[in-house]
């Protein structure tokens, strides 16, 4: 029980809960066969759990709401905050926004093939989370300057309007913005509340305890969702009740957490091989999603380094086999394969296939072969690529994420 008289008590009280919840994550990852059984998952298990921290103060202590900003990286940013395994094509970026206020969105699309802005009520975590909206921005018409205004307000509004929960002074908005090679032009997005409002309305978050504490509690429920949710749930997710590996699992457009995107179907496994193993993922016929893609992650369901390893391809990086399918080798070593897949030295980890605003469900087939026999398995004409010309991609790939993040 909080002693009121004792100065700082509820902050104090609020700080040991974080802590406890702490210890919490950490006896929850402990407790699962990838940590007792795998030294180096053991070792990243930790690492990621000083990243689920770190994410809880970037999106629930950090954010200012007297002047809103779209965040890009210190949200879901390859490689640094991966939990969930976010795709590197994606962008995303996050923002947070009260319900009982109007804000515009500015946005200049540049050469993002698909754009998405999904409203959450509340940051995950918080009892009361779920999903409220999903937009689709590249459904509306650029003004003459190229750009295009966005009216964001729980008040329904004329023109291009995004519906925020009114109950919420916290209500998430996370962008999927869409590329096919990070060199390209990503536009920009600008954010700015536009409700009047005195200089001192949101003094309180800053500089009051129960507006802190109520903070403290909302990291607690977002590095415990993380946790639970993403590091944890998903492998378990991903093998089913049959604990089944190397074999692809059908999500139709659904929700697997509120943050999940019901635009995509999502195929996902766990794959297991040894070094001199691979695995070959195959679609009988390209995919008429407007994006799609395969991405490799480790146990923990974090992206795996994608500036100096190929660890995602997407459709304008595979090639098509001369009988119409698309076949993927994942693998520890480089099959000189041009659709190829690193492990980055993991014996298990995860494979995800996206295919965005698709009429088609398809799943890929999956097939676990000798590493040397993969020349007599693919078709001939499998297209392959030489040292320098991998060298090459990953290099293009590495300048395009510097692009992005500054970094």
Known sequence: MTNSNVPGAALRAAWDRFRAAQEEIRQWTENTGRFKNNPRDRAKAYHTLFEATAMAYNQAIAPRMHQPRIYSNVAWQTDIYTLGQNGPDLFYATTYLDGKMDYKLTVRFGDLVYVLAQVVTFLSGHPDSKAFGNHELMNFAPNADGKVEFLLSATQKQGNWIPLYADSSYNMVLFRRFL??????????????????????????????????????????????????????????????????????????????????????YAMAIYSLEDDEALIIELDKVPDGIYWGFQTGNVWSRSLDVRYSQTNLNMTQLAVDKDGAVRVVVSRKDPGIQNWLDTTGYKEGTVVFRNYRTELEPVPTTTRVKFADLNAVLPRTTARVTPEQRAKSIAHRGEGMWKLYGE
Do not use: C, W
């Not at 997005?189 to 003094?203: C, L």
């Open 180 to 265: 096919k090679d990070p060199n390209d032009d990503h536009g920009e997005f600008r954010i700015e509340r536009i409700s009047p409002i005195p200089r001192d309305h949101y003094d309180s978050h800053e500089f009051e305890e129960a507006p802190m504490v109520e903070r403290i509690n909302r990291a607690i429920q977002f590095m415990r969702y993380l946790v639970q949710f993403f590091n944890i749930g998903l492998y378990d997710f991903y093998v089913g009740n049959a604990g089944e590996k190397n074999k692809m699992r059908f999500l139709p457009r659904t929700v697997t957490s509120e943050i999940a995107s019901p635009s995509s179907n």
